[in-house]
C-alpha cells in the first residue's frame, strides 16, 4: 500500500529534525554574522523549526475548491526553517534585503507593509523573503540547497504583530468587539508615525564634526572617528561591537584617530575589497578586522583569534590571510 502524503512528510521531517539537531541555532548564527559582517545594525535574530503539529496542520490546507494547498508538502512548505530580523529603524531594512539578496538565491520578495498600504489601511508590517541556501555561505554548507523564510521587521513593527496575534488568534474563536479592531488600527497608524520618527532621528544622528588625529580611540569615540574618516563609505555596526573593535586596535598599537586613518588608507582597502570578494559592502568592524590582518598577519591571529562572540574566529583569519596573501603575489 502507498505512503500516505502525510506519513511521508512526518518520516521526512522527523529524519530531518534527527540530521540537523543544531539548525535553530546554526541558522541564528549565520544570520548574525552575515548582518554584522556587513554593518547591519539589528535588536535580533531568532530562529525556529517548525514544530511536527504545525507543519501537519498547514500540510493539510486545503483551498476553496478543495485541492491540497501544498501537494508536495516538503517542497511547497518554505517555512520548515524560519528567521526573523528585528531593525530598530525602517531604513535598516532595505540594507539587510540588499545582504540577503547579495548572499541567498531569492526565490519570493513580498513588503507585507505596501500591501497593506496599497489595501488603504495599517496593520501588520514585515517584509518576507523565501530564500535557497547556496554553496557561497560556507557558515550553511551543511544546508545546501534548503530553502527558508525571513521576516524582516522593525522593532515596533514586531510588538505590534505578536500582540495583535495573541489577543486575535489565542483568546478563542468568538469574535471580537468593534472596538478592538478600532483601536488595532488607531495603535498601527501611531506605530507607522513613530517608526517614520525613528528614521528621521537615525538621519540626523551622523556625527560631521572633524576632531584632531591626536584624539584617543576608544568605545564611546570610535563611531564618530570612523564617520569622519570613513564619510558614510561602509556601513556602522551594532554598537556594543565597536568596545571589541577598540580593544582590537588597541592590541595592535593603534590607539590615536591619526593611527586609525592610516590604517584606513585607499591602496589597502582596496587589496583588502578585492581579496576577500566581498558579497555586500562590509561594515566598519569587519573592514577594519581585514585591515587589521592584512597589516599584522599572523600576528594580528595569534593576538585576537580567541577575541569576539565567533567560536571558529582563528580559522576564519586563517583562511581570511591566506586570501590577501594570494592576491598580493597576483599583484
Known amino acids: ?15 530531518w529534525v534527527r540530521v540537523h539537531p543544531r539548525a535553530a541555532r546554526d541558522f541564528r548564527d549565520a544570520i548574525e554574522d552575515l548582518l554584522n559582517d556587513a554593518g547591519v545594525i539589528f535588536d535580533r535574530v531568532a530562529a525556529r523549526v517548525k514544530t511536527w503539529p504545525s507543519l501537519k496542520a498547514k500540510a493539510k490546507k486545503r483551498n476553496a475548491n478543495g485541492d491540497v494547498v501544498y501537494p508536495h508538502p516538503w ?4 517555512d520548515i526553517m524560519g528567521v526573523r530580523v528585528n531593525v530598530f529603524h525602517s531604513t535598516m531594512i532595505p540594507e539587510a534585503l540588499t545582504i540577503f539578496g547579495d548572499s541567498f538565491e531569492v526565490i519570493k520578495s513580498v513588503d507585507k507593509a505596501a500591501e497593506t498600504r496599497v489595501a488603504g489601511g495599517f496593520g501588520y508590517g514585515s517584509h518576507h523573503l523565501v530564500l535557497r541556501v547556496t554553496e557561497d555561505m560556507e557558515d550553511l554548507a551543511d544546508y545546501v540547497g534548503m530553502r527558508f523564510e525571513v521576516q524582516i521587521r522593525t522593532v515596533l513593527q514586531h510588538a505590534w504583530a ?5 489577543i486575535r488568534y489565542k483568546q478563542g474563536s468568538g469574535a471580537q468587539p468593534p472596538q478592538v479592531d478600532r483601536l488595532f488600527t488607531l495603535a498601527a497608524g ?6 517614520n520618527q525613528f528614521d528621521e532621528i537615525a538621519a540626523l544622528k551622523d556625527p560631521d564634526e572633524h576632531t584632531d588625529s591626536d584624539i584617543q580611540i576608544s568605545a564611546e569615540t570610535l563611531p564618530g572617528i570612523l564617520a569622519v574618516l570613513l564619510t558614510g563609505r ?13 580593544d582590537l ?7 590615536t584617530m591619526g593611527q586609525l586613518e592610516n590604517l584606513l588608507n585607499e591602496h ?3 587589496t583588502v575589497h578585492d581579496a576577500m570578494k566581498y558579497r555586500f559592502r562590509p561594515g566598519q568592524v569587519r573592514l577594519i578586522d581585514d585591515l587589521l590582518l592584512n597589516r599584522f598577519g599572523e600576528s594580528h591571529i595569534d593576538a585576537t583569534a ?3 562572540t565567533r567560536r571558529d574566529r582563528r580559522q576564519r583569519l586563517i583562511s581570511r590571510l591566506k586570501a590577501l596573501r594570494s592576491m598580493r603575489n597576483k599583484q
Open 1 to 15: 500500500m502507498a505512503e500516505s502524503p502525510i506519513s511521508k512528510l512526518s518520516n521526512q521531517y522527523h529524519e
Open 268 to 270: 589597502d582597502i582596496q
Open 306 to 308: 580567541e577575541t569576539g
Open 234 to 246: 561602509f556601513p556602522r555596526s551594532r554598537s556594543e561591537h565597536y568596545r571589541w573593535l577598540a
Open 75 to 78: 517542497d511547497d512548505i518554505h
Open 162 to 166: 505578536e500582540f495583535e496575534h495573541d
Open 249 to 255: 586596535l588597541e592590541t595592535n598599537g593603534i590607539t
Open 190 to 195: 501611531l506605530i507607522e508615525l513613530a517608526d
